[in-house]
């Protein structure tokens, strides 16, 4: 019989998160005050972030230890399963290998408790009541929203529109561990009703939200912010993935050739991709590391390296990233979750030195991929997961054209189970190829006073 699932025991849960700041060649540059454009320090982060959140923002550390607490919870669902997909390995007739890490057997089911659950424990130890977020897909919103209710915190989220709407059982799944849920822009902050003044009927984004979250934690002593991508700790805590994984293909008798994973902001990506690519900067591996994005949304494969806001309104500091401009309203794709403008700062600067590699997908390429999978392997995937599976598809092809037999892991970061209006809309032939074009790139980016990088 052949082996299918590689399986960890509980205790070979990682006790540590890896920062890959320790090893990268070229460190990130520093955020900037966003109204100085001066260089900021740790100190400007404590309105929105506990301390010890911030200490893992700014540190260096190769290695920064995971509190047994934290880690008990982590338990009721880590390790996570990983597969050998030998149902989609047979539908493509291909000679490459592939694997999948399965993060969708999480409690909200995806990838984003790993740093929920953590964030939640620093701000509760911190004498935190109550903890303001943004939500794309509803995913991040669901997963905080569980971390919450775990260490008696209030929540409260602003969910994009967009997918308010479309994706009514997020909410409810978020009301049922106890946060209040509210639809951005809202009329509840200042930032929202400055957008809504100005496009009554918009879709949303994840940038606007972030600034109503971000505005709510900032005018409330009681309240601090989370966020679910992006900022350098939030990678850090999603390397759990990638750490585990390095045991599973251990077990499994092999080591990738390539490791593929969706890119919003960058937690899903480099929680599995930056362990694996620790072992190129400091062994001398060759494993290239491939974020999948959407061609509507495409701030990696066309944006602009510079310096740039992380929300819309302009309350956060500048972050040196790639991005398609802050003001930038992504169409209104199924994959709200990766509907974001920006960057993260170390895959951006990973990026920009030539260390990983981007791949932009149409709508239609993404959800042919999800359902070819669901067919092949059973789990329907979120649609921010079938980008992933659209790249591993490509190369899996690639290598079929070159004869080439190379092992492929692809981080399946969660499921669609509540993503079925979007499968529907496919069925439907609601589902439209979307590509920005250049004229499109060049004018939001034309909007932009922040400095290059």
């Not at 540059?29 to 700014?58: C, M, N, S, W, Y």
């Not at 000679?95 to 999480?106: D, H, M, N, Q, T």
């Not at 004498?127 to 971390?147: D, H, N």
Request: negative net charge; contains cysteine.
């Amino acid at each position: 019989m052949q082996q299918r699932k590689i399986t960890l025991s509980e205790s070979e849960i990682p006790d540590q998160w890896y920062n890959i700041v320790a090893d990268m060649p070229n460190r990130p540059l520093p955020p900037l005050h966003p109204g100085t454009r001066e260089p900021i320090g740790p100190d400007a982060l404590a309105p929105l972030f506990p301390e010890e959140l911030i200490k893992q923002e700014v540190s260096t550390e190769r290695w920064i230890d995971i509190p047994d607490e934290v880690r008990n919870i982590y338990s009721l669902w880590r390790p996570t399963p990983m597969y050998r997909a030998y149902g989609l390995e047979k539908a493509l007739d291909t000679p490459a290998r592939i694997y999948y890490k399965y993060e969708g057997v999480s409690p909200s089911g995806s990838h984003k408790p790993n740093t929920a659950v953590a964030q939640a424990y620093y701000n509760k130890a911190a004498g935190v009541k109550r903890i303001t977020t943004e939500t794309g897909a509803g995913q991040w919103g669901s997963a905080l929203s569980f971390a919450c209710q775990h260490f008696g915190l209030e929540c409260e989220v602003y969910m994009v529109r967009l997918s308010y709407e479309h994706k009514p059982y997020r909410k409810v799944m978020m009301n049922t561990w106890g946060a209040t849920v509210y639809p951005s822009p809202s009329d509840r902050t200042e930032a929202g009703r400055k957008v809504l003044a100005k496009d009554p009927d918009t879709t949303g984004s994840l940038g606007i939200a972030i600034s109503e979250a971000v505005e709510r934690a900032a005018t409330d002593p009681d309240t601090k912010y989370a966020l679910g991508s992006v900022l350098n700790h939030v990678l850090l805590h999603q390397t759990i993935i990638g750490q585990e994984a390095l045991l599973q293909m251990e077990k499994a008798g092999e080591l990738p050739d390539v490791v593929i994973a969706p890119f919003g902001g960058g937690s899903n990506f480099a929680g599995i991709a930056f362990p694996f690519l620790r072992l190129s900067l400091t062994q001398g591996k060759q494993i290239r590391c491939v974020a999948s994005e959407p061609a509507s949304c495409p701030k990696l494969t066309r944006g602009q390296f510079r310096y740039d806001f992380g929300d819309t309104v302009g309350m956060t500091p500048l972050l040196p990233m790639y991005t398609l401009g802050h003001n930038f309203v992504p169409a209104p794709i199924h994959a709200g979750g990766l509907r974001y403008h920006g960057a993260g700062v170390i895959v951006s600067q990973l990026l920009k030195d030539g260390l990983i590699e981007a791949r932009a997908h149409d709508n239609l390429e993404v959800f042919e991929a999800g359902i070819a999978f669901a067919r092949a392997e059973g789990i329907i995937p979120a649609p921010e997961a079938a980008h992933g599976i659209a790249t591993a598809i490509r190369e899996a092809e690639r290598c079929k054209e070159a004869g080439e037999d190379k092992v492929i892991l692809i981080n399946l970061c969660g499921h669609g189970n509540f993503d079925m209006k979007a499968y529907q809309d496919y069925f439907a032939g609601k589902i439209e190829s979307h590509e920005l074009t250049t004229a499109e790139i060049e004018s939001s980016l034309a909007e932009l006073d922040t400095p290059l990088a």
